[in-house]
């Protein structure tokens, strides 16, 4: 990481990581305020960023059968009534059209907090027989959750995001789905984003509304406080039962389906600024970066610099490579600050000696480290730092992740920890949800999740001391 100098209006997160994640977000030209609280808007370089994560997490959603779709904003009020606990759960945070031009509704619209009933509502249409199962389907839209406070990226009354909705002929099949998804997304957090995760079952207390079982990734910030990047829930077919949605098995039996769903945010973007980002700004994983390669004329003024450093981006474009260069008027430190603020990963520096000898310097923006290379070595050796700055970005969040996850084994213990550390704590647990409150209540911490790769920390539940089923990770979270 460079430490030589700080983007000037930047605070230190030492000093206000909340402050600095606001600046970042800012200075780097991510998001800006609207008129209206909690709605942004998401300027080029961060709807850059999340054209980079659509294009790529839409290539894998592919890969498992799934089509995309659009469906309406809005959603009768008749309708979205349903599913009882669903819209019980969505209730506080549901928006309503009540006027169609300068008319009253005869009926309330609700602005989609999340889409199951109109999925639901189409899925009655279009199942009938076995042959039109599986339904896979996803849609990229906007939804709007009308939320009393507001973060950039992390708590947005209106925010972009995918919701995957899939209906299953069997209970396996649907369950097997659920953690397909939950394992592509995981993936894509650790191979794309350099962000590691923990994959767990949600507690039946913050499992979403009307699923029987809710999936989810966990991640680890600087400041150590945990972010659910990611979840993926299986409905059972409680939703095709009140939505009377049925279809003939093969054995010519009239049955419902079973379903998914499943949904990953622009909250991901908090998440890379919050898992790589220092005290100059961004820092951004190669795969996502708008730009991955900014070339940085020394000495521009001189004859062949110019042309020599455009013949470099050209050969990058060529390759593949994202890549950009600054032809102003500013001065050389001034690029440098800049680019290294808004995250690039590689900054190429050229001048009239490295023209001679054939060369140019490559920094990178993780560790500021320079190597020099020949110029017809260019496009490899690029390849290979854009793969070496994730891998160093991955390498140091998964030692924030690792290092920071303690074992307790009394209340006192954990609320102990968590007030010193910060971090994942780790417990047995005896599965009751009083307990789960309890610790909520005395510790400050929410249940994360059961972690997949389950642990025998003790014998007993930390909380209560009754015989404990599983482990669990607590956390502060956003």
């Known amino acids: 990481m460079a430490k030589d100098k700080k983007v000037e209006q930047i605070t230190d997160m030492e000093v206000d990581f909340a402050q600095w994640f606001t600046d970042v977000c800012k200075k780097a030209e991510l998001i800006d305020y609207s008129s209206i609280k909690g709605m942004f808007i998401y300027r080029p370089y961060g709807y850059a960023i999340w054209e980079n994560i659509q294009h790529i997490m839409d290539a894998e959603f592919k890969k498992c059968g799934v089509e995309n779709v659009y469906m309406p904003m809005l959603i009768p009020e008749s309708l979205l009534q349903k599913e009882k606990d669903h819209v019980e759960g969505f209730a506080p945070e549901c928006a309503w059209v009540t006027m169609g031009g300068t008319e009253k509704l005869e009926e309330r619209y609700c602005i989609r907090p999340t889409s199951e009933t109109l999925f639901c509502e189409h899925y009655?249409?279009?199942?009938?027989?076995?042959?039109?199962?599986?339904?896979?389907?996803?849609?990229?839209?906007?939804?709007?959750?009308?939320?009393?406070?507001?973060?950039?990226?992390?708590?947005?009354?209106?925010?972009?995001?995918?919701?995957?909705?899939?209906?299953?002929?069997?209970?396996?099949?649907?369950?097997?789905?659920?953690?397909?998804?939950?394992?592509?997304?995981?993936?894509?957090?650790?191979?794309?984003?350099?962000?590691?995760?923990?994959?767990?079952?949600?507690?039946?207390?913050?499992?979403?509304?009307?699923?029987?079982?809710?999936?989810?990734?966990?991640?680890?910030?600087?400041?150590?406080?945990?972010?659910?990047?990611?979840?993926?829930?299986?409905?059972?077919?409680?939703?095709?039962?009140?939505?009377?949605?049925?279809?003939?098995?093969?054995?010519?039996?009239?049955?419902?389906?079973?379903?998914?769903?499943?949904?990953?945010?622009?909250?991901?973007?908090?998440?890379?600024?919050?898992?790589?980002?220092?005290?100059?700004?961004?820092?951004?994983?190669?795969?996502?970066?708008?730009?991955?390669?900014?070339?940085?004329?020394?000495?521009?003024?001189?004859?062949?610099?110019?042309?020599?450093?455009?013949?470099?981006?050209?050969?990058?474009?060529?390759?593949?490579?994202?890549?950009?260069i600054d032809l102003s008027d500013n001065s050389l430190g001034w690029k440098c600050a800049e680019y290294e603020m808004k995250g690039v990963p590689l900054r190429l520096e050229i001048g009239p000696r490295d023209l001679e000898n054939g060369s140019c310097v490559l920094v990178r923006r993780d560790s500021g480290e320079k190597t020099v290379v020949r110029l017809d070595e260019l496009e490899t050796k690029a390849a290979e730092l854009l793969q070496a700055v994730h891998d160093g970005l991955f390498e140091k969040a998964k030692k924030n992740l690792d290092d920071h996850i303690y074992e307790a084994h009394s209340l006192e213990e954990a609320k102990a920890l968590q007030e010193q550390n910060g971090g994942f704590i780790k417990t047995m647990w005896c599965g009751d949800e009083a307990c789960e409150l309890k610790m909520k209540d005395v510790a400050g911490m929410s249940s994360r999740c059961m972690p997949f790769a389950q642990e025998h920390l003790d014998d007993v539940c930390p909380v209560c001391g009754r015989k404990a089923v599983k482990s669990i990770l607590w956390g502060v979270a956003y």
């Open 124 to 324: 009655k249409n279009v199942i009938q027989s076995h042959r039109d199962l599986p339904k896979l389907y996803n849609q990229w839209c906007s939804v709007l959750r009308w939320e009393k406070t507001s973060r950039p990226f992390l708590r947005h009354r209106e925010f972009l995001w995918q919701e995957g909705h899939t209906m299953h002929a069997t209970a396996e099949e649907a369950e097997e789905f659920t953690q397909r998804m939950l394992n592509v997304y995981a993936d894509f957090c650790e191979q794309v984003l350099a962000m590691p995760v923990i994959r767990g079952r949600k507690t039946d207390k913050e499992k979403f509304n009307g699923a029987e079982a809710t999936y989810t990734i966990e991640c680890m910030m600087h400041d150590r406080k945990a972010l659910q990047a990611g979840t993926s829930h299986y409905f059972g077919d409680g939703f095709a039962k009140a939505f009377d949605i049925a279809f003939t098995s093969k054995d010519n039996q009239r049955v419902n389906p079973f379903q998914t769903s499943w949904g990953v945010s622009t909250r991901l973007i908090g998440g890379i600024i919050m898992t790589h980002g220092d005290n100059n700004g961004l820092v951004l994983p190669p795969k996502i970066a708008p730009v991955q390669v900014i070339v940085v004329p020394v000495a521009q003024h001189k004859p062949g610099v110019v042309e020599g450093a455009t013949a470099a981006m050209d050969r990058l474009r060529a390759a593949g490579v994202r890549a950009k």
